[in-house]
């Protein structure tokens, strides 16, 4: 095998790509003025979501050397759809790439109510992961119920200046407490979310997710009046009642432990039988959730 920046063979590897650090320097694929971008990386489109262009350079060229590697690799693992179609216009081959979304893992799918009735908000504390949407849309919609926030984040002090209850970070036991205390679960994220296994958590918990469109989350979302168009804040609040009112949701099918491990165990054995960069299978073995 060559090494990196010689511009022969790919590595003889196999890299999952979690999220945009190999996409976008900055938010997402959320911009500085709220848009959501559909541009791919570059010098004058990322330009105007820096303040600093000198730090904007240092975080441009790390991207590009990121995206780069991933040019290189054999195989590359994504989460949804959405990262497969951005990394594939990032200049990543698709038929190198494999769709494997993760599973659900570490939940006590026995577990009681931990609280009385309440709303969840479960990830980083953060504008980009919609916390902010989500206190609106949970003013809006009138309920007599608490907004409870699970994780920790820029955003935190100020929910708990406003009065929300706001635990931290927290093991899967627990959060599974809390998942089936909660009537409904928040998820307007303003990025654009590679996958959202919160999301994922909760339906498998029965709980029903009101979400933003938001990158991958439509892949595993059963959609209906419970997912609002991305940045539709009436939408959102709309979503809020219908999530309370369905009351238990049913977990979607495909994302089983077991057969999802197979499919990874498929690719890294495909990559190391093989001396030669190949096709990942077609869309019912790379692609399918």
């Known amino acids: 095998m060559t090494g990196p920046g010689t511009g022969q063979a790919p590595y003889l590897s196999v890299i999952t790509v979690q999220d945009h650090r190999y996409l976008c320097p900055t938010r997402g694929k959320w911009t500085a003025d709220g848009r959501v971008c559909a541009e791919p990386l570059g010098a004058d489109v990322c330009r105007g979501c820096f303040e600093e262009q000198a730090y904007l350079r240092g975080v441009y060229a790390l991207t590009q050397e990121r995206l780069a590697a991933v040019r290189r690799m054999r195989a590359v693992v994504v989460l949804s759809r959405y990262m497969k179609r951005e990394l594939a216009g990032a200049g990543v081959p698709g038929w190198r790439m494999a769709v494997i979304p993760p599973f659900v893992h570490g939940l006590d799918r026995g577990a009681s109510p931990e609280r009385g009735p309440c709303l969840l908000f479960a990830g980083r504390l953060a504008a980009s992961k919609g916390v902010h949407d989500a206190v609106a849309a949970w003013r809006a919609s009138g309920l007599d119920l608490p907004l409870v926030f699970v994780g920790t984040g820029s955003a935190r002090a100020a929910l708990e200046s406003e009065g929300h209850e706001v635990l931290g970070w927290v093991d899967h036991v627990r959060l599974s407490r809390l998942y089936r205390a909660a009537l409904a679960v928040l998820m307007p994220p303003r990025w654009q979310e590679p996958f959202g296994i919160v999301g994922l958590e909760a339906l498998t918990l029965g709980r029903p997710v009101l979400a933003w469109e938001s990158g991958g989350i439509a892949e595993w979302h059963p959609g209906g009046p419970t997912l609002a168009a991305w940045g539709d804040e009436a939408g959102l609040a709309r979503a809020v009642v219908a999530a309370v009112a369905q009351g238990r949701a049913e977990p979607p099918g495909g994302f089983e ?33």
Request: hydrophobic share 40%; aromatic share 4%.
């Open 257 to 289: 432990r077991e057969a999802l491990m197979a499919r990874l165990l498929a690719v890294y054995r495909s990559v190391a039988g093989s001396a030669r960069p190949g096709r990942l299978g077609s869309p019912r073995g790379s692609d399918r959730i």
